[in-house]
């Protein structure tokens, strides 16, 4: 089985799933029209033109808020287990700085030693405010997604915008889309926002609201996505 139809059948499975819960059976009927037979099969234009079709109904059924819920809960998930030192440390102090800053440390360690970058690309990416942990601003953290790891290398060398663009996101429906003339709307970067969401809320055990900032769907160079953090604390 391949990784690709590895990820279309686990991501319609939650995308399915998410609507079915926030926006009911009658709109997720109405949304995923045509996604029966997208398979390893499929041509990856079809993919595209069936990705862009289904935001688009998306966009014109539900609500900006209903939205969000429904593709934040598509996202990829960051291992709960890799968490558990962070949410403890949190529960026992209650200092958003203490869990922010064991975050970035586990990043840092992710970089050096599973990607094992050297020092110079290392400090780049660091100094960027790139990755798991982003750069706290007060009540919000800042975070901007580190490019595809199997092609980080390449996006650091590449200068033509559009092609860095190709190399940067993790999804690869998304890169596929970068690859070709077409464009789907933003709303499909929630999807990407809720892999932050899903960290923050579980360390903090709270719920947290996400907003996207920048996203290379938009043309920008980058995803950038705002996590709300609780007023209080």
């Known amino acids: 089985m391949s990784q690709m139809l590895d990820f279309e059948r686990a991501w319609l499975s939650k995308f399915t799933d998410s609507l079915d819960r926030v926006a009911g059976e009658k709109t997720r009927q ?60 949190y529960e026992e102090t209650r200092d958003i700085g203490l869990a922010h800053g064991m975050l970035l440390e586990k990043f840092e360690v992710f970089l050096r030693g599973t990607l094992q970058l050297e020092d110079g690309l290392v400090e780049e990416i660091l100094g960027r405010g790139w990755g798991l942990a982003g750069v706290r601003q007060g009540n919000r953290i800042i975070a901007t997604k580190i490019p595809k790891s199997g092609y980080l290398v390449e996006y650091m060398r590449e200068t033509d915008p559009q092609r860095k663009r190709q190399h940067y996101c993790h999804c690869p429906r998304i890169r596929d889309v970068l690859k070709s003339s077409e464009t789907i709307s933003p709303t499909y970067c929630y999807c990407g926002a809720g892999f932050y969401k899903g960290i923050w809320e579980e360390i903090l055990q709270e719920h947290v609201e996400v907003e996207l900032l920048e996203s290379v769907l938009k043309g920008d160079d980058v995803c950038k996505v705002a996590i709300h953090l609780p007023a209080d604390r």
């Open 30 to 89: 109405e949304v995923m029209k045509g996604s029966e037979n997208l398979s390893s099969n499929s041509s990856r234009d079809g993919v595209i033109a069936w990705s862009k079709a289904a935001m688009e109904r998306l966009d014109s059924l539900v609500d900006q808020e209903k939205r969000v819920e429904i593709m934040t809960s598509c996202a990829c998930r960051y291992p709960v287990s890799d968490l558990r030192e962070i949410r403890k440390a």
